[in-house]
T-cell receptor
Framework: DGGITQSPKYLFRKEGQNVTLSCEQNLNHDAMYWYRQDPGQGLRLIYYSQIVNDFQKGDIAEGYSVSREKKESFPLTVTSAQKNPTAFYLC?????????????FGPGTRLLVL | AQSVTQLGSHVSVSEGALVLLRCNYSSSVPPYLFWYVQYPNQGLQLLLKYTTGATLVKGINGFEAEFKKSETSFHLTKPSAHMSDAAEYFCAVRNTGTASKLTFGTGTRLQVTL
């Protein structure tokens, strides 16, 4: 079955530590996205990538970094500069041509600070 | 920039009653509009979308939405609520001609009571 996988399901971060969230898709989509979800605030875009080896900042990129070395993978690193990382992180993908912008989501990773 | 407003962060209905979740958007061009559903600790699942053509869109699980350009609205309805409909619902807009970015509303939590 085609889909998007995210790992781990839960992640714990210590003070000053960088952590990396994994996102993999086998839908052959060109575009991938990372969102942060906080209660009552909906989804906010962190980074997105429309093609391999290229990515753009979203609305809340500070304290985060990404890479896009393969079409299938778009890992997100939460750096120590992100002072309030506790949130639910969602990865999504879409076709850039056709598909009318429909994004498909992974199951999410919940990040907690120790 | 486009924006989405979802009126009512919490909506409660009785089982069997009509479900109406409101979404208004702002856009300078005809938008693509989406409704997603999220169950606790899960990713978002696409319910339905409007791109072009018929303004009444039918989705999964008996939901439908009507695009009303004059009212800049895309309200989600279901004639008869079921307990399994209890979840959070997000409206999103994508402007045509831009990268496949979506702007999400802050969500409406639907509670279904006996």
């Amino acid at each position: 079955d085609g889909g998007i996988t995210q790992s781990p399901k839960y992640l714990f971060r210590k003070e000053g530590q960088n952590v990396t969230l994994s996102c993999e898709q086998n839908l052959n989509h060109d575009a991938m996205y990372w969102y942060r979800q906080d209660p009552g605030q909906g989804l906010r875009l962190i980074y997105y990538s429309q093609i391999v080896n290229d990515f753009q900042k979203g609305d809340i990129a500070e304290g985060y970094s990404v890479s896009r070395e393969k079409k299938e993978s778009f890992p997100l690193t939460v750096t120590s500069a992100q002072k309030n990382p506790t949130a639910f992180y969602l990865c999504a993908s879409s076709q850039t041509s056709g598909g009318r912008g429909t994004q498909y989501f992974g199951p999410g990773t919940r990040l907690l600070v120790l | 920039a486009q924006s989405v407003t979802q009126l009512g962060s919490h909506v409660s209905v009785s089982e069997g009653a009509l479900v109406l979740l409101r979404c208004n958007y702002s856009s300078s061009v005809p938008p693509y509009l989406f409704w997603y559903v999220q169950y606790p600790n899960q990713g978002l699942q696409l319910l339905l979308k409007y791109t072009t053509g018929a303004t009444l869109v039918k989705g999964i699980n008996g939901f439908e939405a009507e695009f009303k350009k004059s009212e800049t609205s895309f309200h989600l309805t279901k004639p008869s609520a079921h307990m399994s409909d209890a979840a959070e619902y997000f409206c999103a807009v994508r402007n045509t001609g831009t990268a496949s970015k979506l702007t999400f509303g802050t969500g409406t939590r639907l509670q279904v009571t006996l």
